[in-house]
């Protein structure tokens, strides 16, 4: 059994930007992506850890700086496979020092930067830290280089890419905050960074005990997302003649979709794979049960980029076709109104396999939002959900009749009597879904015409809750018990852009109106409060025939008959 030799040594950040280190960044590592923020954090540590007494450097306590893991063997050469953002934010920071210190100090901190051309041995600069290709000549450039930094502010952030733009705005950050500093002050920070600020280098000669350090890591708390270990890992597995082809698609994909939903994906992808509830952690998963690096190229071409375009254009309501694209993204937007989540594994499955069938497309994603609007009325809990996206899932990979009446896609007849009892009792009081049913049925009532742009909107009673004992509202709802009967009613609902006083709540009907269910121009934005302006009292019997009446809307709008 061959023994991996990991080594673990404590450095101060001279010996790190050293010639003992040649550090190099993986193109698969994730791009740049400290943002003002945390270097905002880290320059406010070294200040208050270095004081502001008069104490020689090698008395101040040291700084720990965390750990980075790397693959190297004997030779300088190092490759990154946790720590980019701390060696390239410790990086743009003794650049921006040295733009602020006399020559003789700048010039210390060049080497900490790169090792100098030789021009009789023959060779260039050798800089201490090579980002990933993508950015590598731009860091070079406007940050290891001697006057690179000064170029920064002349470009503009909109043409930069973000792992650019956060090297620019930190760079800037940091000359701002050190512009206020004396230079003795900035002299002796330079000190205390390099002789006492130290990082745990933690090496390894091979690339799988360097991945084993580097998700020990995250499970204790580091900042390592899902998709950087699973990136590290599927593209790790990948020829080096096609590593940068495949990173650039993967990264493409993570700054379209934004960091939090690419990792939102990924646990989309899981449950299409795996059709079962999570049971312990997504990585576990992904490792035991799916192994996507078994063929990595072919897990980022047939699975991974579909997936990513089908939900960026159902989160982002954009699907283009020549036809029926208006009806397909009205779908969209509904569903992403539901409560949850658990319908997008069948969505983007069935998107990304029909793409090119937009009459399919409209059948389908109108049954799933019937579906997922069923269950949410319905408050089917997450284990019912779960299996029944998990049987939805078999039978669109299986390419069954999804339109037959035992496919997991069509609500039950005893699914249909639980939506209608929950539509038809005290709907007020189910908070998650009133709001949501209420805005359908208003869609519905405008012919589907409907835009809501508000910042936001309530659902108010009519028949207020608590009316005034001597108010008209208790001369038309005698009792308790018949004002209890209809108060939370559907009939008794309605919607406002805003919120109300709530002492106006229990104005009269007539005043109530002009008061509380008109904008100042005398109108509502919502068909179903305009029906409200159109009564001229509000009796039991109203309520009766109103609650009939939009019961029905929802019955044609779901096919609940």
């Excluded at 502001?52 to 004997?74: C, H, Q, R, T």
Aim: glycine share 4%; net charge negative; charged share 25%.
């Amino acid at each position: 059994m061959s023994t991996v030799k990991i080594q673990a040594t404590e450095y101060p950040i001279q010996k790190v930007f050293s010639n003992d280190f040649v550090f190099t960044i993986p193109l698969y590592q994730r791009p740049y992506a400290w943002t003002t923020e945390q270097a905002g954090e880290l320059l406010q540590d070294l200040i208050v850890s270095l004081g502001d007494g008069n104490e020689p450097i090698d008395d101040i306590n040291p700084y720990f700086l965390g750990s980075i893991v790397l693959i190297k063997a004997d030779k300088p050469d190092a490759q990154v496979v946790d720590g980019q953002q701390r060696l390239s934010t410790l990086t743009i920071l003794l650049s921006a020092l040295r733009t602020l210190v006399q020559p003789k100090y700048a010039n210390a901190l060049t080497k900490l930067l790169y090792e100098e051309s030789d021009p009789i041995l023959g060779y260039p600069n050798r800089y201490r830290l090579t980002l990933a290709k993508r950015d590598a000549e731009f860091f070079k450039e406007y940050i290891q280089d001697e006057g690179g930094i000064s170029k920064l502010e002349s470009l503009h952030s909109t043409a930069l890419s973000d792992s650019r733009k956060n090297i620019k705005e930190n760079a800037l950050l940091f000359l701002k905050e050190l512009g206020r500093f004396s230079e003795s002050q900035r002299v002796r920070l330079v000190q205390f960074i390099i002789t006492r600020c130290f990082l745990v280098v933690v090496s390894t000669p091979d690339l799988e005990s360097a991945y084993r350090i580097f998700s020990v890591l995250n499970g204790r708390g580091l900042d390592l997302s899902l998709p950087d270990i699973l990136k590290a890992e599927i593209i790790g597995q990948i020829p080096d003649d096609q590593k940068e082809a495949y990173t650039c698609k993967w990264e493409d994909i993570q700054e379209k979709l934004g960091r939090e939903t690419f990792e939102d994906l990924f646990s989309y992808i899981r449950m299409i794979a795996r059709k079962a509830k999570l049971t312990g952690s997504i990585l576990k998963e992904y490792r035991e049960h799916i192994k996507p690096w078994n063929n990595s190229q072919e897990f980022i071409k047939t699975t991974l980029c579909p997936l990513a375009d089908a939900f960026y254009k159902i989160k982002n309501t954009n699907y283009v076709s020549d036809k029926h694209a208006e009806e397909v993204n009205k779908l969209f937007k509904q569903l992403n109104d539901i409560d949850n989540s658990d319908w997008i594994p069948p969505a983007i499955l069935y998107l990304s396999r029909n793409h090119s069938h937009p009459e399919r497309l409209v059948k389908f994603f109108t049954e799933l939002e019937r579906l997922a609007a069923g269950l949410m009325i319905k408050r089917a809990n997450i284990n019912e959900r779960i299996e029944r996206y998990r049987r939805l899932l078999t039978a669109i990979e299986h390419e069954e009749d999804l339109y037959t009446p035992d496919s997991p896609l069509q609500i039950t007849s005893e699914e249909k009597n639980d939506i209608l009892k929950m539509l038809d009792g005290d709907l007020y009081l189910t908070q998650k879904i009133r709001l949501f049913v209420l805005l359908r049925l208003d869609a519905a009532l405008s012919e589907g015409e409907a835009s809501y742009n508000f910042p936001t909107i309530t659902v108010e009673h009519i028949l207020p809750q608590n009316p005034a004992h001597d108010s008209l509202w208790v001369k038309s709802f005698t009792s308790l018990e018949e004002r209890e009967k209809y108060v939370h009613r559907l009939g008794n609902l309605a919607l406002l852009s805003c919120y109300k006083n709530s002492e106006a709540q229990n104005y009269d009907f007539d005043v109530k109106k002009q008061k509380y269910f008109t904008t100042k121009k005398g109108v509502s934005p919502f068909a179903l409060t305009t029906q409200v302006l159109m009564e001229q009292e509000w009796t039991p019997e109203v309520i009766e025939a109103r609650q009939k009446k939009l019961i029905g809307v929802l019955q044609k709008v779901w096919r609940l008959e």
